[in-house]
């Protein structure tokens, strides 16, 4: 489908008249007005007078009389002109075009893929706090490595005799490999989207047995799991339905024809149920501003509030980062440079029916909110969180400038003061933890070893394993002194806010004493909190043995 099919006439009409005068001064006007002419929008006449032209500004006011022509006498044609002036060849010559429609559709294309690259770039090196992309060296040589094969492989064209690969027409499952570890692809339940790899007697969702196999760095599961040497991409790619002209599939067979089809476009996408036109059966279940989204091999959560069109409006929350719609399709290189609204899924949905049925809105496209503008600080507001990262609130927030991270100055640890000016840089502790883990504390020690520390030398790793209990626990029922424990028999009562009290006035000389007042808040708890409870002493314990580097 066509983005330009999502705007109204009047939206395509209004957009025009504003960019009349933008248009009538591109360079070299001479192609343009010969695509209008052989497309039949403009008279010959009118285009062999602007083209005779050889003075400039007689030139740009030709141009300009064309357009006002065309919307005064012809309006019906002002949607099938963006479609004429948008064609890929136009396109590469008019650097202009690609940015009208850029700001018209929010969608990329190859030439305006790298503009958008390069804007990020200079924003990176003149933005405070503004994240650059790393790419890890093994997952840049694999995806290399399997690109270049790809292209092998479009050279020879359509005239290669592929080697079979051994596959009975009854056979539903694949024996699979990823890195050190097999496993069983069943093809089922990866058309259904449902955990489809049985490996070691466990089910795995295809990105979590990447990460079984030892490829996490490679984050594109389709070409690191391998059926019989031949990458998933390759297979799916394989699997697309035939022509009428290619093949007849019996009655017979229709059913497995099927499931493979569906197989290959939930992996390669998932629009198949778009094609399909299952569409948004239930709108109730896209309720609420926050949906969990999909892209191949991406995942992230898309924030309502927070869309505004395919390039404009960071409202993708990935685990590191804000992206657009357009950047979150470029996190699986396999998809390459096609339409965003197709391939990016919620709950196997592509967004597209959720822009028909108004779950989503685009904005206008004269829209000058904060979503929408071009300002630097703004576009800059747009990598943190508009909520606190610990109690999922909004308020006065301070943003970290190495995460997307923002806390209220009382839900960090150690708390943060107000009176402080943090305009110049301000780092979280979960981001500290992270670029010194490393170098800090590198050996791996006993449990015991560990609660003899010296609380001085650890503050750091017990200031984040209380965040990690504070977010948990998003009732609150451990944050404070309340009637949970004012209504039992609690000999020694003990919760949150004072053990984050005590680590703060350095009432604890080893990391034993601050391990104990956790477990003794976890004691304390009521039968009515006692899987909360639960649930909380098992992530401390977890997140203990990871800072600490605890062995057996």
């Known amino acids: 489908m066509n983005p330009l099919d999502f705007k109204t006439n009047e939206e395509l009409t209004g957009f025009f008249r504003c960019k009349k005068t933008e248009l009538s001064c591109m360079e070299q ?22 083209i005779k032209t050889k003075i400039k500004q007689r030139r740009v006011d030709g141009v ?17 002109f963006w479609r004429c002036v948008f064609e890929d060849h136009i396109l590469q010559q008019y650097p202009i075009l690609r940015d009208m429609r850029e700001r018209l559709l929010g969608k990329s294309s190859t030439s305006s893929g790298k503009l958008s690259e390069k804007k990020e770039t200079m924003e990176a ?29 479009e050279k020879l064209g359509t005239s290669r005799c592929w080697p079979p690969f051994k596959e009975s027409k009854t056979e539903e499952n694949w024996l699979v490999v990823c890195g050190v570890k097999k496993g069983l692809l069943y093809r089922d339940k990866l058309a259904r989207g449902e955990k489809c790899i049985l490996a070691d007697q466990r089910w795995f969702y295809p990105f979590e047995f990447e990460e079984y196999g030892g490829k996490k760095t490679s984050r594109n599961w389709k070409i690191s799991i391998r059926y019989q040497n031949k990458t998933l991409h390759r297979l799916i790619q394989r699997l697309r339905p035939k022509s009428k002209n290619q093949a007849e599939v019996s009655t017979s067979g229709s059913k497995s024809k099927r499931q493979l089809e569906e197989a290959r476009e939930s992996s390669a996408g998932g629009a198949a149920a778009h094609d399909r036109g299952d569409g948004v059966k239930n709108p109730s279940q896209f309720g609420g501003n926050r949906l969990a989204v999909t892209c191949g091999s991406a995942r992230g959560i898309l924030h ?9 409006g960071k409202c993708i929350r990935m685990e590191d980062k804000w992206v657009t719609p357009v950047d979150f399709l470029k996190e699986d290189p396999t998809l390459g440079d096609i339409d965003w609204m197709s391939r990016i899924l919620c709950l196997g949905v592509p967004l597209s029916d959720l822009l028909k049925k108004k779950v989503l809105h685009f904005h206008q496209l004269q829209c000058d909110c904060r979503l929408c503008t071009s ?7 747009q990598n943190n969180d508009d909520d606190c990262f610990i109690c999922d609130v909004p308020g006065c927030l301070l943003c970290c400038d190495q995460c997307p991270r923002a806390f209220h100055f009382e839900c960090h640890v150690p708390a943060v003061n107000r009176t402080v000016d943090y305009r110049d840089k301000w780092i979280c502790t979960y981001c500290v933890l992270k670029n010194t ?4 504390h590198p050996c791996k020690m006993t449990l015991q070893i560990a609660l003899e520390s010296p609380i001085s030398a650890r503050l750091l790793d017990c200031q984040y394993l209380l965040l990690c209990l504070y977010k948990e626990d998003r009732e609150k029922v451990f944050k404070s002194d309340s009637q949970r424990l004012a209504s039992s028999k609690v000999q020694e009562p ?3 806010d004072k053990i984050a009290e005590k680590l703060q006035s350095k009432s604890y000389s080893t990391v034993g004493q601050f391990f104990s007042d956790v477990h003794l808040m976890f004691r304390n708890q009521g039968k009515c909190f006692a899987k909360l409870g ?7 314990e977890e997140e203990f043995r990871k800072v600490f580097f605890i062995h057996p």
């Open 64 to 80: 300009y009389e064309v357009l006002d022509w065309l919307e005064t006498t012809r309006p019906e044609n002002i949607s099938a």
């Open 125 to 153: 090196k003149e933005g405070k706090g503004v994240k650059r992309r790393k790419i890890e060296d093994g997952s840049k040589a694999e995806n290399l490595e399997e690109t270049e094969s790809s292209k092998e492989e």
């Open 375 to 381: 300002k630097a600080q703004t576009l800059q507001d």
């Open 534 to 540: 639960t649930k909380l002493t098992s992530l401390f």
């Open 437 to 440: 883990q490393g170098w800090r």
């Open 494 to 496: 003990m919760w949150l």
């Open 29 to 50: 006007p001479q192609t343009f007005l010969r695509q209008l002419r052989d497309h039949g929008l403009i008279p010959e006449d009118k285009y062999k007078k602007v």
């Open 304 to 312: 309502k509030d927070r869309f505004a069109t395919g390039l404009l």
